[in-house]
């Protein structure tokens, strides 16, 4: 009986310490939907297939920034080796959590805007680096005035708490200027004022430009209960949203950014990679899409050279 309980012990005091030498990362994502989701799976699955034997906390705040803070901090008390933050509040609710553990950002468009880092040069001297969605904004631009050279008006719809989407609508906004167009913001707050500012958009603008924005990207229904009525197009900063509420986009892959991800955290927590020295990565490839239902019911046709979203 000795003996059995003995190696009763050893086989227990076994387990427990595989347990406590196995990697763990932690997965904070912002908010579900299509494109966060593909990122979230491409860095599972890349990792996995370098480290099968780690160890994934994977958790979602909701699309609610001050769950972002409450995973991050649970995180770090946990000891976990990485964080991946899917999407720009979480990553900033990583950092300000900590300045020790490595964070590999993902779906975050632009890192200097995120971070808060001038002349920001591709590398960020700390704990932080990643992959951005970043799209040609320019070309973004360009895409209205190939799709609605007469139209007058553009509306900017985002959401105005996602520092990434501020950018991307300074951005686009000065290039549409330079294409001869009127713009007008429209920002709502949060989920709770999408449908109304939508509707505002709808009611005053040829054509709404939308950006990587994750909180129109889990509100595309309402978005398009609005726009679609009234014959407004939208063209848009990434697939997912583009399949809800779109009409053209130039998009990246997310889960290619997300399987980037993933094999920067092998490196990092393999290798032995100094994260603070490591460049952003960005995508490789960018991809004319169009959403052919809503083009049908807004009576458009699409040029030769944009791919069907399937």
Not at 97 to 107: K, Y
Not at 191 to 200: C, I, K, Q
Not at 261 to 266: E, K, V
Request: hydrophobic residues 45%; contains cysteine.
């Amino acid at each position: 009986m000795k003996k059995i309980v003995t190696l009763a012990l050893v086989l227990m005091m076994v387990a427990m310490t595989a347990c406590a030498s196995a990697t763990t990362v932690g997965i904070c994502q912002l908010v579900q939907h299509v494109a966060l989701d593909q990122a979230t799976q491409g860095f599972k699955d890349a990792l996995s297939e370098k480290m099968p034997d780690v160890v994934f906390d994977e958790k979602n705040a909701s699309g609610d920034a001050v769950n972002c803070a409450t995973i991050a901090n649970t995180f770090v008390s946990d000891g976990v080796d990485l964080i991946m933050c899917n999407a720009t509040p979480a990553l900033q609710a990583a950092v300000a959590a900590t300045g020790d553990i490595p964070l590999l950002g993902t779906s975050v468009t632009e890192y200097g805007v995120a971070l808060g880092i001038d002349s920001f040069t591709g590398v960020t001297g700390i704990n932080v680096s990643g992959t951005s969605d970043l799209a040609p904004l320019d070309q973004q631009a360009a895409m209205v005035k190939e799709l609605f050279p007469d139209a007058k008006k553009v509306g900017l719809l985002y959401c105005s708490a996602e520092a990434n989407s501020i950018y991307q609508v300074k951005v686009v906004g000065e290039e549409l200027a330079k294409l001869g167009y009127e713009t007008e913001e429209f920002a709502f707050t949060d989920s709770n004022d999408v449908a109304s500012v939508s509707a505002l958009a709808a009611q005053n603008c040829d054509v709404v430009y939308i950006p990587t924005d994750n909180t129109a990207a889990a509100y595309t229904e309402t978005i398009a209960n609005e726009l679609i009525p009234a014959k407004v197009p939208a063209v848009v900063g990434e697939e997912g949203i583009c399949k809800g509420c779109g009409v053209a986009t130039l998009t990246i892959s997310y889960y290619d950014i997300g399987y980037a991800t993933g094999l920067m955290a092998y490196e990092i927590l393999a290798n032995g990679a100094d994260i603070s020295t490591m460049p952003i990565e960005y995508a490789p490839q960018f991809t004319k899409k169009y959403n052919a239902a809503n083009a049908e019911a807004l009576g458009i046709t699409m040029p030769e050279g944009y791919v069907a979203i399937e």
